[in-house]
Structure formats: C-alpha cells, structure tokens
C-alpha cells in the first residue's frame, strides 16, 4: 500500500488532521473544494511592481501569474538544473485560467510578498497550466489522489529534483484555518524537514513512485473480450445512481458527463423495443430536458456551465467550457434524432450560437474556455463569480417593467417563466460565500404551457414576449465587464467540436454546421499540424493583434490530441463526403499508433517518450468531463476498420479490428470492475460485439436521389453506424477497392446496401425501402 511510504506525509504538522486510507484509484476525481471567499484579481491600473519569467509564455494561465512577485518558473529543464544544482524542493502548481479557486489561491498566497519570500528562497517554483501539459497533470493528480482521497485545481505537488513527489494537495489556505494548514506553515515546515531529512525524502519519494508505478500498471489477466452482461451491468448501476426527479446520476454537485448518454442512447438504439433501452431513453431525455431547462443554461447568452452546485441544475459553476459545448451538441442531437422534438434541436442550434459568436477565432479555430468570475462593474476593484450573468429584480424590472403585451407585463412573464424573486431565487446552500445575495438565476421549473396559461396568452405572443425579453437583458449584459477568455486553441477540444458540429449537421440537415467544421479542420491542419513529421501540436495561441501565434518549442500532441481530431475527421467524412477527411484520420491513426501503442499489453499510453521530464507514462482509464482517448480510440479503429473488407490484406481493416481487442481486453478488469468509469468504451464494447452497420451508397453525390437516400440515413439515431458514398464518376481513392467494389449502382440509379455483421443486404434503391432496413433492430 502507498500509504506506508508516506512518512513525511504523516509526520509533518502541515498534513490534513486525519488522513485518509489512500485510494488507490487511477482515475481524476472531479471533486470541488469549498473554501473561503472568492474575490480574486484587482484591476492593473498600475505599471506591475513585479514581473517574472511567464510573462515570456502563451498560455493566458501563465501569463496571469507573470506579475506575481513568486519567482515563477515554466516547465522546463533550466528550472530542474537550477533545482538539482541548488539542491532544492519543486513547488509545482497546477491550475488552468478559468479555474475559480486557483484564483483564489493565487490573491491570497502567490500576490502575497511575505509567502512569495519564502517560496522564492526555499523552493524552486514551477507553474504548469493543466490543459497545455496534461500529462504532467495525470502524473501528478494521481500521486495526489493516492495519498489524500480527493483532488481537484489548484493542484500544489512538492517534488524532489529529480521530479518525484513527496506530498501536496489542492487548495491551501494562506493561514492555517478550518483544519487546514495555511500555506506558509507547509512551506516553512517542508524547508526545514527536507534539510534535516533529506535522504529519508528520497528513499519515501523512490517508494512512492515504485507504488504509483503498481497503481498506474494495467493488468492484463484474460485473454477475451468482455461480453453483454458487463454493458448490462453498466445500464443497472446507472438506473440505481438516477435521480429521477431532476435527472443526473448521482446527487450535487452534477456534471453534465456526456459520455453517459452516448452509452445509454447507444444501448437504447441497439434494441428500441428492450423494456431496459427504453428506460435508458426515458433516463436521458428527462436529464437533458432538465439540464436545458435550468440554470446551468444561459438563458440570455447560451451555451452551458461547467456544472451545477445543487441539485436541480439551478446554480452552475459559471465557466463555460469548450468540450462541454462540443459533447453536448452530439447529446441533444440524439435526443432530437430519437424524438424528433423540436425542442432539443433548438438546443443544439443554441450551443452552435454560442460557439461561434464567443469562442471562434476569425480563421476557424475554437477558443478553450470562458470564466467563472468577472468584475462587476467596470470600478470594481476585485472579480466576483457569476457577476456577468446573474440578475437582480430592480434591474429586471428596470429594463422589462414599461413593456406590456395589451395589459400584461412582460416583466411578469418573464419573472414567472424563469423563476426570478424580487428577493434572489439563490439558496444559502448554494451560497455559501454570500455572493450571489439578491441574486437570480435564470430557471425554468414549469413549462410555457403553465405561463401562457396563466397570462392567457398564445403560443405566438409568449414566444415573442420571451425573445424580446432575452434580447433586450443579452444587449444590457454586454455592457458588463466580460469574464476572462482562454484564448489558448487546443487540438484535442477542438477535434470534439469537429465531431459535434458535423454530427449536427448531419442530424438537424444543417449544412452550415458542417461548413463550420471543414473550416476547423483546415484550421486544425494549417496551425495544429506538422506537415515534415506528419504529426499533431497540441495548442496555438491568439496573439495580441489576433494572429496566430506558437511557443517557442511547441507543445507535442498527446493521445488525446490524435484520438478526438481523428474521431471529428470521421464525422467530417461523413458529414462531407468528401474522402480527404477520412484519408488524413486514417494517417494519423497510424502516427498514432506508433507514438502511443502498447506493445506489450495493449492500449494507448497518454503520451510519447520523447519528454524524459515525464517521470511515468499513464493510461487513461476514465471518460470523466472529457472521454478517455482510449476509449474514443477503441471507436475510431472499428470505424476505420469498417471502411475497408475483413481482410488481413494492409488496406482489409483487420489490424484495426484486432487492436480494438487487445485495448478491450487490456481494460477489461476496468470495465467489468467499475462498468461507470468507462462509459464511451463500454459503447465501444457494444460497437465490437454488434459490429458496425456499414451503409455503402452508390450513386452521384450531386444527384438529389442519393442524397436522398443520405438523409434517410442522417435522420436516424443508429449505434455504430459507419456511412460510405462512391459517386461512379469517381476513383475510390483513399477507400478499399475491395470495400468499394461491394458498392455498385442499378443502372443510373443510385443504390444503397445495408451491411451487418460483415453480410450485405440486397440492393435498395427506394429511400422507403432504405428505412425499413435501417430500423431494423
């Protein structure tokens, strides 16, 4: 067990008042960490009295620590020398720009003289931002975890020079207080034991990356494939942690994790006459109706929160995230695609909104992130959670209040549809820092049908008074302060949202969406990618006069990186039709695999070996807020392997399908074990056991009969559906002439084929025809 090694962990006065057995999982928690106030930065009206090294980076996570008066390093070898010569701890910090307590921490410990004297004399002090460099987060949030329990951002790690951990945490007050040691105490503490005990600090950091070596290690202990009963498994732990008056899984706070409904949409669609499936659509619509519904929804400005503290989805966490964005666009497109409401569709087109108005750069690429926390007013003097977005009644009635509908009050409509009180609608629980006092946020508890009924208005006129509400409180809040932008562009995110609008625009027929994504991808290829070694960067910044710019040594894409643009390339093909899409994921899924493969046990590791830095290569076993890159790769390899015939030959597809073997049989025990930490692979696993439905048409793409018989594949909600068109005019370049040669057309006439489990049906060249095929179960 780790927790034998962890003598200075125990020791020390600086450590929790009771330490936890540690949990010896490989997984990142999400867990939040509820602290003290959270005013966080001032204005710099002011020259800066101090400036260090960051303020030479790109990452705006960097760049806002530049003034600190701690002497900040980077990672980077030049900081380890000087640790190594000077024979000194690393304080390593890790957050990310729009992390709230990482804020916090920053204006009560790095702003504060005093604590930086210390940290500058005894330490040698490294900033990482979490999403430039995640697997230097992975290594060290695992180290964290093991030893405390939980984890979370800021993550604060104390390293030997030689970059293994001794001890650390997340959030450290300034002083010690409610059972928590004040940063400084740990500090002073931590300087004194490493100069008396230093060769202990070594032999404990040596066993202690021997045991984080045992915890990351994926056992391999069968030889087979799991089966029906570790999906069925998965769908009842699911239908147990329902909560079924809001929705969710689990209780506060909830996270929109979009993976589980790719799995319980899968699972229903498998089968839609299965008592369980359709449980599972039940499950899922009613948690995205809430979702949509509440306050983790920005009624005003659109887009979705990170999560929500309570229950009800009412009060979020305010920062908009871009995989958030990206993810759930997939997930209410198949809510619309099952249902056909119109009402999800909305949604999707609502995020689609968002995303390219807030988080676009002008030449394609997608931002990462936008705060939680803004000033709120432009004299404010320090930042305040929420205070772009949340209102109060006086405002409300100021802007509403000399409006009216015939003799109705807009601002009674308004007030009634969305729940806002002249008093707040913001519980104390869900303000424990008395920010949000006299607050509203913007939730729908009833429906329009109640509202109209109680106004006694039509659904025209309730429609017309909402959107001029909502348009005339979007105008009075761009006259706010904004909340910082994360303009950093990331490979990985912005696969998602490749994959998310290509989806949408194949499930609402929207074709701009799909114009959207080319445009990202063209970004992706021109800025993210190295035509010499025909491998990914991981992130480009926007410059100060809105170009482009680049590190000085460029960020290596990770797994991640390869995984999610390979999966929005698939999507694109399928969105397009145009085969140079296909053809780039199918190059990329081979550098792929020659950076990141497991040759011994099979799997993806989350990065290269080409850092040395990196003290242990980790396999990503939990699809969390983002899927994990080997469960998203389990599902690109049997898509790529379905664009080619089940043959051994190189372009047959049978090497891809057997590495989606060994990494189902190398995470196995994972998914037997704990089914809800993968929920993305347990899709997979279901796609592998089905195998995919290959849907190969024939016929000219220009030709209104072919696309005809697309849409009717478009508009369907079909688990593992890979969708294939050869227009005869064509060569089938890029595609398996073996494939392709299945595809023929009847005469002039487009034609279609469906084929499952590696046997074809006859010909179809009627879309009626096409359907009955396709809704087969």
Not at 279 to 306: N, P, Q, W, Y
């Amino acid at each position: 067990m780790l927790e034998k090694y962890l003598y200075f962990y125990r020791l020390s006065s600086f450590g929790h008042s009771n330490i936890s057995t540690p949990q010896l999982s490989r997984s990142i928690s999400e867990n939040i960490i509820k602290m003290s106030t959270s005013n966080t930065d001032s204005h710099q009206t002011e020259k800066p009295k101090h400036t260090n090294r960051l303020i030479t980076e790109k990452s705006p996570y960097l760049l806002q620590h530049a003034h600190n008066p701690v002497d900040w390093y980077p990672w980077c070898q030049e900081a380890i020398d000087k640790a190594k010569k000077e024979n000194k701890l690393i304080f390593l910090s890790v957050g990310y720009s729009t992390c709230h307590w990482c804020h916090v921490m920053e204006k009560e410990s790095f702003e504060n003289e005093d604590v930086a004297k210390v940290m500058n004399e005894h330490f040698v002090n490294i900033k990482v931002d979490r999403e430039e460099r995640p697997d230097l987060d992975r290594v060290y949030m695992l180290f964290v975890m093991a030893t405390s329990g939980g984890g979370g951002w800021p993550m604060s790690v104390f390293l030997t020079p030689d970059l293994r951990p001794v001890t650390g945490g997340t959030y450290f007050p300034p002083e010690d207080r409610w059972g928590r040691p004040g940063f400084k105490t740990v500090l002073l503490s931590l300087a004194k034991k490493w100069k008396e005990n230093q060769a202990q600090f070594l032999e404990a950091s040596r066993n202690i990356m021997d045991a984080l070596e045992k915890i990351a290690k994926v056992d391999v202990k069968t030889s087979s494939v799991p089966g029906e009963a570790t999906w069925n498994k998965c769908v009842r732990r699911y239908m147990m942690s329902y909560e079924p008056e809001f929705g969710g899984f689990g209780n506060a706070p909830k996270f929109p994790q979009s993976s589980i409904f790719n799995f319980l949409f899968h699972y229903y669609a498998r089968d839609k006459n299965n008592t369980e499936g359709k449980k599972c659509l039940e499950m899922c619509l009613h948690t995205l109706t809430k979702i949509a519904k509440g306050g983790i929804h920005d009624h005003v400005s659109s887009g979705f929160a990170r999560y929500s503290v309570d229950n009800h989805w009412h009060v979020p966490h305010f920062e908009k995230m871009l995989y958030d964005q990206a993810q759930l666009m997939v997930a209410y497109k198949d809510a619309y695609l099952a249902t056909k409401n119109k009402f999800f569709a909305d949604v999707v087109r609502d995020i689609v909104k968002y995303v390219n108005r807030d988080l676009r750069h002008d030449y394609g690429g997608y931002y990462s992130a936008e705060d939680a926390d803004s000033y709120p007013t432009f004299d404010a003097s320090h930042k305040k959670e929420g205070a772009f977005c949340v209102w109060e009644y006086n405002e409300l009635k100021s802007l509403l209040g000399g409006k009216y509908i015939g003799a109705i009050s807009y601002l009674d409509v308004f007030c009634d549809y969305f729940n806002v009180a002249e008093s707040g609608n913001i519980s104390p629980e869900s303000d424990p820092h008395k920010e949000l006092t006299n607050k509203n946020v913007l939730i729908i508890y009833g429906s329009k049908e109640e509202t109209m009924l109680n106004f006694g208005l039509t659904q025209e006129q309730f429609d017309n008074v909402i959107f001029d509400c909502i348009n005339i409180l979007y105008e009075e809040r761009q006259k706010r302060p904004r909340p910082h932008l994360d303009s950093k562009i990331l490979c990985s995110w912005n696969g998602l949202i490749i994959a998310g609008l290509s989806q949408a625009g194949q499930g609402l027929g929207e074709k701009c969406f799909v114009e959207d994504a080319i445009k990202t991808a063209q970004f992706v290829k021109e800025y993210l990618y190295d035509h010499n070694t025909k491998t990914l960067l991981h992130s480009c910044y926007r410059g100060d006069n809105g170009n482009i710019v680049q590190t000085k040594q460029p960020i290596h894409g990770f797994l991640d990186d390869y995984a999610f643009l390979i999966k929005g390339l698939l999507d694109l093909y399928e969105a397009s039709l145009d085969l140079k899409w296909l053809n780039w994921a199918r190059e990329l899924q081979i550098k792929q695999n020659e950076l990141f493969w497991d040759d011994e046990n099979g799997g993806y590791f989350t990065c290269s070996t080409e850092d040395t830095t990196v003290v242990m290569r980790l396999k990503e076993d939990q699809d969390g807020a983002e899927p994990s890159g080997n469960s998203v790769s389990c599902h690109n390899l049997q898509r790529l392997a379905a664009y080619s015939d089940k043959s051994v030959a190189p372009e047959g597809g049978e090497h891809e399908r057997e590495m989606a073997k060994k990494l189902l049989i190398a995470f196995s025990k994972r998914l037997n074990d704990s089914p809800t930490a993968l929920p993305e692979m347990m899709s997979a696993l279901m796609f592998y056991n089905d195998s995919p439905t290959q849907v190969l048409i024939a016929g000219g793409s220009a030709d209104p009969r072919t696309l005809e018989l697309v849409r009717a594949v478009r508009s369907r909600l079909l688990p593992g559906r890979v969708l294939a068109v050869a227009d005869p005019a064509d060569a089938p370049a890029g595609m398996s002439d073996i494939l392709m040669a299945r595809i023929r057309t009847a005469g002039d006439v487009p034609t279609a084929y469906v084929c499952r489990r590696y046997a074809c049906s006859l010909p179809v060249t009627d879309v009626k025809q096409l359907e009955d095929l396709l809704d087969k179960a």
